[in-house]
Nanobody, 131 residues
Framework: QVQLVESGGGLVHAGGSLRLSCVASTSVRTFSFSTYTAGWFRQAPGREREFVAASRWSGPSTTYADSVKGRFTIARDNAKNTVYLLMNSLKPEDTAVYYC????????????????????WGQGTQVTVSS
């Protein structure tokens, strides 16, 4: 079992920046976060959970939703079992609860963007962007 804990959410004006962090922990001695697919999703009130960004392995294999491409960056520090979401040029429509997700499989293709493909989820952190 892997636990994910997000932090870094808050209230920011449009055009501002935030950095979300997600720390993974487990009692499994052989745990290696570097082999997990890590993703970020978000959910606004009344809407379905939507994909934001994902990172596969520790390499350059990243993918982004069109709505955040060029503004958001997913990064990971495997030594700290942490994945980050760097959010720049924030817009009011980015307001949502942001969730970190992880899966031990090397997800490919459309699996990246499918919430049900991820085994582990954090509790979420609120991001509010004012206009």
């Amino acid at each position: 079992q892997v636990q994910l804990v997000e932090s870094g959410g808050g209230l920011v004006h449009a055009g501002g920046s935030l950095r979300l962090s997600c720390v993974a922990s487990t009692s499994v001695r052989t745990f290696s976060f570097s082999t997990y697919t890590a993703g970020w999703f978000r959910q606004a009130p009344g809407r379905e959970r939507e994909f934001v960004a994902a990172s596969r392995w520790s390499g350059p294999s990243t993918t982004y939703a069109d709505s955040v491409k060029g503004r958001f960056t997913i990064a990971r520090d495997n030594a700290k079992n942490t994945v980050y979401l760097l959010m720049n040029s924030l817009k009011p429509e980015d307001t949502a609860v942001y969730y970190c997700a992880a899966d031990p499989a090397a997800l490919i293709g459309s699996e990246y963007v499918t919430p049900s493909r991820y085994d582990y989820w954090g509790q979420g952190t609120q991001v509010t962007v004012s206009s």
